[in-house]
C-alpha cells in the first residue's frame, strides 16, 4: 500500500533559512510545485545565458503537510524518495528524522514513530547541491567535479509506503529485500533468492512464486519463518528456462515474495529475473549465452533541456526508443546510479548495461587519497547501486569510476591526489556484494601521450588498468589529442600490453553543431574548444572511428559519447553554451544528427536512407557533394528531378561530389529499394545569388 507525494509540495530557494523559519513561513513565501522538481536549468542553444538558465547550487527547501488521520492504521509508513541531489536532510513536525548523502539513489526514513495519526503534519525536506568545496556541507559527496552539473532538489519521486509491523525490510540501503540470483546448469534453472526480514514472528511463512511472462506459475516454495528471522534463503527449481537474450529476446520472469501469516499476506515484493548466462574474453569480447555477441552503444546522461533532471516516465522511454532505433545494443549508465525506470527499460529492451557509480576525476580536494568521510560516502553509494538494481538481467558490470585519473594528469591535482587506494576498495566491496558480476573502471589517459611528449614532459600517470576486472578506455584521437587514425593502432599496443584483461572503449566522440556547416569535415581543422563544430566534422570523425572499432574483435565493447547533448557548466563551445554537444541527438531530443543515421545505417536492419547536410539549407557555392547514409547496396540521386545516378554505398556511405547547384531553390532526392519497397529522403537547398 502506497499514498503518492507528487502533489502539495512547497519550494523556496533560501541559504538562510533554518528548519525553524522554514517550518514558520507563511504559505505566501513559497512557491507550489509537484515532483518530480527541480529548480535548476542549464544548457541554451546561443551565445550566452538568458533568463532561461538557472545555475544556482544551494540550499532549497520542501515543505508538504500530511493528514495523518487519512493514513492507513496498524501500519508502519515509511517514506521513499528516488533521489534528491545531492545532500538531503528531513524533518517531521520539527524533528529531524534523517539525512541523506549522494544524488542518485533512492533512500528512505522510517516516520511513524513522528507522525501524529490524528492531525496534520509538516514535512520538511533540505535539499543542498552546493558545490563540494573545502568547507561546505557537500565537500565529502562525490561526485566532486564533472563534465556534468548536479541539478539540486527531490527531481525523482517519492511516496509513503505503509506496511504491516512484519514486513520484507526496507532499511536495506534503499534495496528491494528481496536478491535473486538466476543460474543454468545442464541447461536447469535455479534461483537462488534471499529475503531481508522485519518484525518476522513465529508462524509467518515466506512464500516465492516465479511467474513467466504470461503470468503463469512456474515455480513455487514457501519457508516457516521463526521469531524474530531477519534473512531467510529460498531455492526455486525451473525446468528449462526460457533466456534473457538481449536485444533477440529480452525475457523476463517476475518473481513475487510474500510475507504471509495464517489467514492473509502482510506484505508482497516483486522483483524481475532474467536467466542468462555472460562472459568477457580478452581476445575475443563479450559472449551471452554462450554466443559471441559484439556490443556497440552509447552512454546517457539523465538531463533534458527546460526539465533538467525531473524527467517523467515518458521521457525515459522516448530516450530509449530513440537508443533502439538506432540499433544499439548496449548502453553505459554515464556517470551515476540512473531512474529505477531506466533500469527496467534496459530489461525489457535486452539492452546489456555498465551501471556506474559517480566516483569522478578525483578523490579530494585537499591532494589526499580522500578523507574518511568521502570514502565511507562513495562505498556508501556503491553499495547502494548494487542492492538497488542488483535483480535487473540487464546490468552485467558495476563501473567503480571514471577518469578519475584526470586531474591528476592535467596537473590540477597533484600526484598524492592518488586514486588508486578508493579503487582497489570499491572493487573488493563490489565483489563482497556481487561476486556474479565483474568490475569495471573508465580511464581517461593512459598511454595517449605516448610518441608524442619527450619523455621527461609526459605528465604523471597512475595506472588504473588491473584495479577491476574489466577496463574501459575514454578515447578522443582526432577530438583532445593527435590524428583519428592513432585510435586502432593505439588501442592494439593496449591489448598487447595487457593480454589478459578485456578491454574497451568506453568513451568517444566528436562535437557536433545544428547550425555550423563546412562542406568537406575531413579537410577542417577542428578545435575542440572552439565556437566552430560544424555537423559534418562530426559526421566525419563518427565514419572514421567506427570502423576502426569494428575490426577489432578483442574490444568487448564500444559506447559512442553520447547519445544526447547535455548540460555542463565548463561547456561554451559550438553554437550553445552550457552544453556539451556531442551528443548524436539535441538536448530537447528534437533532432537527430546526421551521424545518428550514419550509425543507424550500420546497425539496425530497419531501412535507412538519409541525406546529409540537410540543415546547410543556404549555400554560397555552387559546387557541392552530396552524401547519403543507407544499409541499401546503392541509391538513385536525383537533383531538381534531373537523375544523378545510381550511387554504390561503400561502409554505407554514399556520395557524390562536384554536384553544381542552380541557383534559388534546389531539391535534392534519394530513393533505395528494400523488399520491393521504396525509400526516399529529399532535403531542400537554396543558393544564395
Given at each position: 500500500?502506497?499514498?503518492?507525494?507528487?502533489?502539495?509540495?512547497?519550494?523556496?530557494?533560501?541559504?538562510?533559512?533554518?528548519?525553524?523559519?522554514?517550518?514558520?513561513?507563511?504559505?505566501?513565501?513559497?512557491?507550489?510545485?509537484?515532483?518530480?522538481?527541480?529548480?535548476?536549468?542549464?544548457?541554451?542553444?546561443?551565445?550566452?545565458?538568458?533568463?532561461?538558465?538557472?545555475?544556482?547550487?544551494?540550499?532549497?527547501?520542501?515543505?508538504?503537510?500530511?493528514?495523518?488521520?487519512?493514513?492507513?492504521?496498524?501500519?508502519?509508513?515509511?517514506?521513499?524518495?528516488?533521489?534528491?541531489?545531492?545532500?538531503?536532510?528531513?524533518?517531521?513536525?520539527?524533528?529531524?528524522?534523517?539525512?541523506?548523502?549522494?544524488?542518485?539513489?533512492?533512500?528512505?526514513?522510517?516516520?511513524?514513530?513522528?507522525?501524529?495519526?490524528?492531525?496534520?503534519?509538516?514535512?520538511?525536506?533540505?535539499?543542498?547541491?552546493?558545490?563540494?568545496?573545502?568547507?561546505?556541507?557537500?565537500?565529502?559527496?562525490?561526485?566532486?567535479?564533472?563534465?556534468?552539473?548536479?541539478?539540486?532538489?527531490?527531481?525523482?519521486?517519492?511516496?509513503?509506503?505503509?506496511?504491516?509491523?512484519?514486513?520484507?525490510?526496507?532499511?536495506?540501503?534503499?534495496?528491494?529485500?528481496?536478491?535473486?540470483?538466476?543460474?543454468?546448469?545442464?541447461?536447469?534453472?535455479?534461483?537462488?533468492?534471499?529475503?531481508?526480514?522485519?518484525?518476522?514472528?513465529?508462524?509467518?511463512?515466506?512464500?516465492?512464486?516465479?511467474?513467466?511472462?504470461?503470468?503463469?506459475?512456474?515455480?513455487?516454495?514457501?519457508?516457516?519463518?521463526?521469531?524474530?528471522?531477519?534473512?531467510?534463503?529460498?531455492?526455486?527449481?525451473?525446468?528449462?528456462?526460457?533466456?534473457?537474450?538481449?536485444?533477440?529476446?529480452?525475457?523476463?520472469?517476475?518473481?513475487?515474495?510474500?510475507?504471509?501469516?495464517?489467514?492473509?499476506?502482510?506484505?508482497?515484493?516483486?522483483?524481475?529475473?532474467?536467466?542468462?548466462?555472460?562472459?568477457?574474453?580478452?581476445?575475443?569480447?563479450?559472449?551471452?549465452?554462450?554466443?559471441?555477441?559484439?556490443?556497440?552503444?552509447?552512454?546517457?546522461?539523465?538531463?533534458?533541456?527546460?526539465?533538467?533532471?525531473?524527467?517523467?516516465?515518458?521521457?525515459?522511454?522516448?530516450?530509449?526508443?530513440?537508443?533502439?532505433?538506432?540499433?544499439?545494443?548496449?548502453?553505459?549508465?554515464?556517470?551515476?546510479?540512473?531512474?529505477?525506470?531506466?533500469?527496467?527499460?534496459?530489461?525489457?529492451?535486452?539492452?546489456?548495461?555498465?551501471?556506474?557509480?559517480?566516483?569522478?576525476?578525483?578523490?579530494?580536494?585537499?591532494?589526499?587519497?580522500?578523507?574518511?568521510?568521502?570514502?565511507?560516502?562513495?562505498?556508501?553509494?556503491?553499495?547502494?547501486?548494487?542492492?538497488?538494481?542488483?535483480?535487473?538481467?540487464?546490468?552485467?558490470?558495476?563501473?567503480?569510476?571514471?577518469?578519475?585519473?584526470?586531474?591528476?594528469?592535467?596537473?590540477?591535482?597533484?600526484?598524492?591526489?592518488?586514486?588508486?587506494?578508493?579503487?582497489?576498495?570499491?572493487?573488493?566491496?563490489?565483489?563482497?556484494?556481487?561476486?556474479?558480476?565483474?568490475?569495471?573502471?573508465?580511464?581517461?589517459?593512459?598511454?595517449?601521450?605516448?610518441?608524442?611528449?619527450?619523455?621527461?614532459?609526459?605528465?604523471?600517470?597512475?595506472?588504473?588498468?588491473g584495479l577491476a576486472d574489466l577496463m574501459g578506455y575514454n578515447r578522443y584521437f582526432g577530438w583532445y589529442y593527435r590524428g583519428i587514425a592513432d585510435l586502432g593502432p593505439h588501442l592494439d599496443r593496449l591489448h598487447a600490453r595487457y593480454p589478459g584483461i578485456p578491454i574497451s572503449v568506453s568513451e568517444y566522440g566528436a562535437g557536433g553543431a545544428l547550425s555550423q556547416h563546412v562542406e568537406d569535415g575531413a579537410a577542417h581543422k577542428i578545435a575542440h574548444a572552439s565556437r566552430m563544430h560544424p555537423e559534418e566534422f562530426q559526421s566525419w570523425y563518427h565514419e572514421q572511428s567506427w570502423p576502426q572499432l569494428r575490426d577489432r574483435p578483442y574490444l568487448w565493447a564500444n559506447w559512442i559519447w553520447n547519445m544526447f547533448?547535455?548540460?555542463?557548466?565548463?561547456?561554451?563551445?559550438?553554437?550553445?553554451?552550457?552544453?556539451?554537444?556531442?551528443?548524436?541527438?539535441?538536448?530537447?531530443?528534437?533532432?537527430?544528427?546526421?551521424?545518428?543515421?550514419?550509425?543507424?545505417?550500420?546497425?539496425?536492419?530497419?531501412?535507412?536512407?538519409?541525406?546529409?547536410?540537410?540543415?546547410?539549407?543556404?549555400?554560397?557555392?555552387?559546387?557541392?557533394?552530396?552524401?547519403?547514409?543507407?544499409?541499401?547496396?546503392?541509391?538513385?540521386?536525383?537533383?531538381?528531378?534531373?537523375?544523378?545516378?545510381?550511387?554504390?554505398?561503400?561502409?554505407?556511405?554514399?556520395?557524390?561530389?562536384?554536384?553544381?547547384?542552380?541557383?534559388?531553390?534546389?531539391?535534392?532526392?534519394?530513393?533505395?529499394?528494400?523488399?520491393?519497397?521504396?525509400?526516399?529522403?529529399?532535403?531542400?537547398?537554396?543558393?544564395?545569388?
Amino acid at each position: 500500500m502506497t499514498t503518492d507525494l507528487a502533489e502539495g509540495w512547497q519550494f523556496r530557494f533560501d541559504d538562510g533559512l533554518t528548519s525553524e523559519t522554514a517550518t514558520a513561513l507563511p504559505d505566501g513565501e513559497w512557491q507550489v510545485v509537484a515532483l518530480p522538481h527541480t529548480w535548476n536549468r542549464l544548457g541554451e542553444y546561443r551565445i550566452g545565458r538568458t533568463a532561461a538558465t538557472d545555475n544556482r547550487q544551494g540550499t532549497g527547501w520542501y515543505r508538504l503537510r500530511l493528514d495523518g488521520a487519512r493514513l492507513p492504521p496498524g501500519r508502519r509508513h515509511v517514506i521513499e524518495f528516488d533521489a534528491v541531489g545531492n545532500l538531503a536532510d528531513l524533518w517531521v513536525n520539527g524533528r529531524h528524522v534523517g539525512c541523506h548523502a549522494g544524488a542518485f539513489s533512492r533512500f528512505r526514513f522510517d516516520l511513524t514513530d513522528v507522525l501524529d495519526l490524528s492531525a496534520p503534519n509538516i514535512l520538511l525536506l533540505r535539499a543542498d547541491n552546493s558545490k563540494p568545496e573545502p568547507g561546505s556541507a557537500t565537500q565529502h559527496i562525490i561526485p566532486l567535479d564533472g563534465d556534468f552539473f548536479i541539478h539540486g532538489g527531490i527531481y525523482r519521486p517519492a511516496r509513503l509506503l505503509h506496511v504491516a509491523p512484519s514486513h520484507i525490510a526496507l532499511d536495506d540501503h534503499g534495496g528491494p529485500g528481496v536478491y535473486a540470483t538466476p543460474m543454468i546448469e545442464n541447461g536447469l534453472g535455479k534461483l537462488a533468492v534471499r529475503v531481508k526480514l522485519s518484525g518476522a514472528i513465529d508462524g509467518q511463512s515466506l512464500v516465492a512464486i516465479l511467474r513467466d511472462a504470461t503470468g503463469r506459475t512456474v515455480s513455487e516454495v514457501t519457508t516457516p519463518l521463526i521469531e524474530q528471522q531477519d534473512e531467510a534463503a529460498l531455492t526455486l527449481d525451473v525446468a528449462a528456462p526460457r533466456r534473457w537474450n538481449g536485444r533477440a529476446d529480452p525475457y523476463l520472469y517476475r518473481l513475487e515474495t510474500r510475507l504471509s501469516d495464517i489467514a492473509t499476506t502482510l506484505d508482497s515484493v516483486t522483483v524481475p529475473v532474467g536467466f542468462r548466462e555472460f562472459r568477457v574474453d580478452p581476445n575475443t569480447g563479450f559472449y551471452l549465452n554462450g554466443k559471441s555477441l559484439p556490443l556497440h552503444g552509447v552512454s546517457r546522461h539523465q538531463d533534458y533541456l527546460g526539465k533538467g533532471w525531473a524527467l517523467a516516465t515518458a521521457d525515459h522511454e522516448r530516450d530509449m526508443a530513440l537508443i533502439a532505433e538506432m540499433g544499439a545494443n548496449t548502453v553505459r549508465f554515464a556517470h551515476y546510479q540512473h531512474a529505477q525506470d531506466w533500469f527496467d527499460l534496459a530489461d525489457r529492451y535486452g539492452m546489456i548495461v555498465w551501471a556506474e557509480l559517480p566516483f569522478v576525476n578525483r578523490p579530494s580536494n585537499d591532494g589526499s587519497t580522500g578523507a574518511p568521510e568521502l570514502v565511507a560516502n562513495a562505498k556508501a553509494q556503491m553499495v547502494e547501486l548494487i542492492r538497488q538494481n542488483y535483480n535487473h538481467p540487464s546490468v552485467v558490470t558495476w563501473g567503480i569510476g571514471n577518469e578519475v585519473d584526470l586531474d591528476m594528469v592535467t596537473g590540477r591535482a597533484p600526484q598524492s591526489a592518488d586514486a588508486r587506494p578508493l579503487l582497489r576498495e570499491l572493487h573488493a566491496l563490489s565483489k563482497a556484494e556481487d561476486p556474479s558480476r565483474p568490475t569495471v573502471i573508465a580511464d581517461c589517459c593512459e598511454a595517449t601521450h605516448e610518441g608524442v611528449a619527450p619523455a621527461g614532459e609526459r605528465p604523471h600517470q597512475p595506472v588504473l588498468t588491473g584495479l577491476a576486472d574489466l577496463m574501459g578506455y575514454n578515447r578522443y584521437f582526432g577530438w583532445y589529442y593527435r590524428g583519428i587514425a592513432d585510435l586502432g593502432p593505439h588501442l592494439d599496443r593496449l591489448h598487447a600490453r595487457y593480454p589478459g584483461i578485456p578491454i574497451s572503449v568506453s568513451e568517444y566522440g566528436a562535437g557536433g553543431a545544428l547550425s555550423q556547416h563546412v562542406e568537406d569535415g575531413a579537410a577542417h581543422k577542428i578545435a575542440h574548444a572552439s565556437r566552430m563544430h560544424p555537423e559534418e566534422f562530426q559526421s566525419w570523425y563518427h565514419e572514421q572511428s567506427w570502423p576502426q572499432l569494428r575490426d577489432r574483435p578483442y574490444l568487448w565493447a564500444n559506447w559512442i559519447w553520447n547519445m544526447f547533448d547535455f548540460s555542463s557548466k565548463i561547456r561554451q563551445e559550438g553554437d550553445a553554451t552550457d552544453i556539451n554537444d556531442k551528443g548524436l541527438v539535441t538536448y530537447d531530443r528534437k533532432v537527430k544528427k546526421d551521424a545518428f543515421f550514419y550509425y543507424k545505417a550500420r546497425w539496425s536492419a530497419e531501412p535507412v536512407v538519409h541525406i546529409n547536410s540537410r540543415r546547410w539549407t543556404t549555400r554560397t557555392e555552387p559546387l557541392t557533394r552530396i552524401k547519403v547514409y543507407s544499409n541499401a547496396p546503392s541509391v538513385t540521386v536525383t537533383l531538381n528531378g534531373q537523375p544523378l545516378g545510381t550511387i554504390a554505398c561503400a561502409e554505407r556511405i554514399c556520395e557524390i561530389r562536384d554536384v553544381r547547384l542552380v541557383p534559388g531553390a534546389n531539391r535534392v532526392t534519394a530513393r533505395a529499394t528494400f523488399g520491393g519497397k521504396d525509400v526516399t529522403d529529399a532535403v531542400d537547398w537554396i543558393l544564395a545569388p
